[in-house]
């Protein structure tokens, strides 16, 4: 399919035909294509844990206020964010591992580290790990789609309660819960503003 008209097919899907089931592969095979999304300093903070047991479904949906999307879906992925994935010397043997940087750049690359991060503090923390683990998550999304999965991304959802029932680490930051499966009623219309009243262009 067009790659624009993949992207503005993607919609919100709150009804999944909860028979289906996606396979542990095709997931892996998901997220390996979603983890090419861009991050700060390529730090890669996000986790992910991905829910299929029926039983556990049931539990999730009555923290998400009883939306019925959560239980009929395929698999729940609560994508997290941990911060401490921007500590400096973690970024250092990340960049070395990949061969990103040799021994001799280490202290360049401390330096513009450093530099990245007394401009933008905040982005050590839980605003840093929203924004990288939510461009993580709309490349998921429309990845999904180009594996003929639907989603739906959720906040109006407890994720305190969720993270003790699934006994997550504390540090990880709840971001998401996406419900996928496959669709069983389509999406609503797009009603979007058009690109002109929210655009300046400087000539
Ligand atoms: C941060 C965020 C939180 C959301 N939380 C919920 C939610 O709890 N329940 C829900 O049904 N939809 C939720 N949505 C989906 C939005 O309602 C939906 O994306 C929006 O209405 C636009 O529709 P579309 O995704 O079909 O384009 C959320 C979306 C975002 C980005």
Partial sequence: MNFLKQLDMRKSIR???????IS???????LNHAANAPSSNNAQPWKVVVVKN????VELQKLSFNQEQVGQASAVF?????????DINRLIKSN??????HESDINDKRQRIKTYFSLHPEDKEAVGLRFD?????MNLMHVLRAFDYDSVP???????????????????EPILLLPVGKASTIGHPHK???AKKFTTIMD
């Fill in 15 to 21: 009804h999944f035909d909860s028979n289906y089931v």
């Fill in 24 to 30: 542990d592969e095709e997931i892996i095979e998901i």
């Fill in 54 to 57: 029926k039983k556990l479904l």
């Fill in 78 to 86: 609560f994508i997290l964010g941990d911060k401490r994935d921007y």
């Fill in 96 to 101: 070395l591992k990949y061969n990103l940087i």
């Fill in 133 to 137: 683990v939510g461009l993580f998550s």
């Fill in 154 to 172: 959720m906040r109006g959802v407890d994720f305190a309660k969720i993270t003790t029932l699934l006994k997550l680490p504390n540090e990880w």
């Fill in 192 to 194: 979007r503003e058009p």
